[in-house]
């Protein structure tokens, strides 16, 4: 069984790897838009899940993920292939690919937080025009007793 931080060092040297061959080597207009984001090795170094995103090709465009995944299974030999002969160990870990969903996630929390933030900013402006229901202070009475 492998340490955690030779495992986290050669993550992040395929997570290199990866992104250098997929911009330069392989030749898939379909990746064009692929960016690898991070890179999991399972604890025997025998598997690793290389995690991406897509973008589109212009603000208003939706990235094509589903072509994404088509070219990224593919070119996942060549791509072993490329990581085993510039990693240099005895057994080449397999690639699996997954989407990585953490910018929607962070994109939709970033707007609710703003929502949030917006009805905060209403409730005080609320707040500073508003009068109590009853008195001022309710428990203020202005009957005094002498201490006899």
Known sequence: MADNARAARMAKRIQTI?????????KDRRLEFVTVTDVTMTGDLHDATVFYTVRGA??????????????LHRARGQLRKIVGEQLGVRFTPTLTFRLDTVPEASAHMEALLERARARDEELARLKESATPAGAANPYKTDVTEEVQ
Do not use: H, K, R
């Open 58 to 71: 212009t603000i208003e465009d939706a990235p094509d993920t589903d072509a994404a995944a088509e070219a």
């Open 18 to 26: 990866v992104a250098s061959a997929i911009e330069g080597e392989i």
